[in-house]
């Protein structure tokens, strides 16, 4: 393997306990210029980390244009993000050829987004079956909206289901609560976070929240995201608490998560920030 002192430096920061992204990223701009292999992917995720989407941009697409479609993921996100989504979807579908599961699950997401959900269906099932272990939840959903039968969504979910897999059994939970079966489903919410699905406590607060009403155990879930630091916690706690009221506390949340790239967490301390009743 190719020595990249300059990579292995950069690495370190960015993996650091302290917020060292800017040493990291100019470490990793002399990286570029020196030609080291990983200088490319890792310059994007530190562009990605801190919500520097436009360099990342600037990064990533004349590569994509030169034939490297690892990279077209990455790409395919953050044109998402900014709402550029006729490019985004051009991106995804270059990595999609290049077979990656994960192109094919969020491809499946930008097109049930933009409505067109029998696209999505078969996206999202190409996606579930090249190992895309978050794609079974979306699946069903889209079929759930499509046909807004429950049979054709449930037999997808029992189908998908996996323990060893912890985030199909999403797609379990949610078409047991789309149809009423509320202990059904809080036990395999319950299920999906203790077997470390992806995001599996938020899942499961947001169903505590929103369909069962329990904001006491949803703030507990969402204080174990936090400990467990999964994607997204602070933005998603952030909400949770802006939503109950508890501005003071909301802000700490959505400025950390704002910090590291939050579109979202930046669009509520906006609006936070513009009414003066939530002081």
């Not at 499946?108 to 987004?113: D, N, P, Q, S």
């Not at 190409?126 to 807004?148: F, I, M, N, S």
């Not at 289901?161 to 079966?181: K, S, V, Y």
């Not at 009221?245 to 609006?271: C, D, P």
């Amino acid at each position: 393997m190719d020595a990249e002192p300059l990579c292995d430096k950069a690495r370190a920061l960015l993996d650091d306990d302290e917020d060292r992204h800017d040493e990291a990223i100019a470490l990793l701009r002399q990286a570029l210029a020196a030609r080291e292999p990983s200088a490319v992917d890792l310059l994007a995720r530190a562009y990605l980390d801190r919500g520097y989407r436009h360099e990342a941009i600037e990064l990533l697409s004349p590569r994509i244009r030169a034939g490297q479609p690892e990279l077209a993921l990455q790409l395919a996100d953050v044109q998402t993000t900014i709402g550029d989504f006729e490019r985004a979807e051009q991106a995804y579908r270059f990595a999609v050829a290049d077979g990656d599961a994960s192109a094919m699950n969020n491809l499946g997401i930008l097109l049930r987004g933009r409505g067109r959900l029998r696209e999505a269906e078969v996206m999202l099932r190409r996606a579930a079956e090249a190992g895309d272990e978050r794609a079974p939840a979306h699946l069903v959903a889209v079929q759930w909206e499509l046909y807004g039968d429950p049979r054709a969504a449930l037999a997808t979910a029992q189908y998908w289901a996996d323990e060893t897999r912890p985030g199909t059994l999403h797609a379990l939970a949610f078409i047991r609560a789309a149809t009423g079966q509320y202990g059904e489903a809080e036990r395999t919410y319950r299920q999906a976070a203790s077997l470390g699905a992806h995001r599996g406590h938020i899942e499961f607060a947001a169903f505590l929240q929103d369909v069962l009403g329990d904001l006491d155990r949803a703030e507990a879930e969402l204080e174990l995201a936090e400990r467990e630091h999964e994607p997204g916690w602070a933005d998603a706690f952030g909400q949770f608490l802006a939503e109950a009221g508890r501005i003071a506390e909301a802000r700490a949340y959505l400025a950390h998560a704002a910090h590291w790239g939050s579109l979202e967490a930046l669009a509520t301390l906006n609006e936070l920030d513009g009414d003066p009743d939530d002081d």
